[in-house]
């Protein structure tokens, strides 16, 4: 059905970074592979590698996956050598200080060797579990003390699939609801990080991801007001299928429930949007869905 809210006013809340701002991270992740050399197998994940980022976002993930190394959790293989995971991260950030511009730029993170140079860079050491061009692979998490499996070429595969499926809209609807959730939870991302919005969206039937952006958010949003509710728990798979999201060891329930909550009151403001009679009145309700 036809509506008043403009086309402008749909495209702030969907669009990706700037062109020559992807040119940028890729030559950084580039930058950072010819550090590393050729042991390393780098690659983007996460936003910036399945396009589904904000424009503002300023935090680049770069897996550093030891093409050599296997894990001795996961993998069949055995040899007689092993290195620790303390020294393979210790062995990605020396060779990261090896660059004028990353020195003294560099720090331990969780699962990662942070960068605060030209961007923020999580480099997330890897060992292969298989060969190297194969998902899984595995990450180490110093919290935990603990290997886990990574599936990030397999989630961007399915992405691109899921986008294809649903004629190329599923890619800036998650950037639509990626934009909802800063919104409304602007400095607390704990209630709906963007790895979990991907996902939750990704597990939306595909017939409710229409051409028409503001429809296509009310009927997702609605979808998922209906059909995944907090209590109790479906289960709701990553966008790599290999895991349900909605546990209280990934996604906690009370941080959803509170997402699930707004939704409800978004999805109603964009209902009233959808069929308001005046231009000013479908502006003025859909930007409140937005919290704006």
Known sequence: MPHLIPDSEVQRYTRGPASSTVSSVSNFQEAIRDILGNDYETFLQGSYRNDTSVRELNDVDIVALRKF????????????????????????????????????????????????AEWKADVVPAVRIKHYDQDPIAIYSFREAKERKNFPRVHYDNGVEKHQQTGETFKPLVRMFKRWAAHHWPSDESVAPSFYVECLVSNVPNDNFVTD??????????????????????????????????????????NYARFHAQLVRSTGHVATALNAQTQAEAIRRWRSAFNE
Do not use: M
């Open 69 to 116: 190394t296997v894990s001795t959790v996961f993998s069949e293989e055995r040899y007689n050598q092993t290195i620790s995971w303390p020294d393979i991260f210790a062995a990605v950030k020396a060779s990261l200080d090896t660059s004028p511009k990353l020195r003294g730029k560099t720090s331990y993170g969780d699962k990662c060797v942070k960068v605060n």
């Open 213 to 254: 952006l503001a429809h296509a958010f009310f009927q997702v949003g609605y979808w998922i007001e209906r059909n995944i509710l907090p209590n109790p728990a479906p289960v709701v798979y990553s966008v790599a299928r290999d895991k349900d999201i909605l546990l209280d060891t990934e996604w906690k329930l009370a």
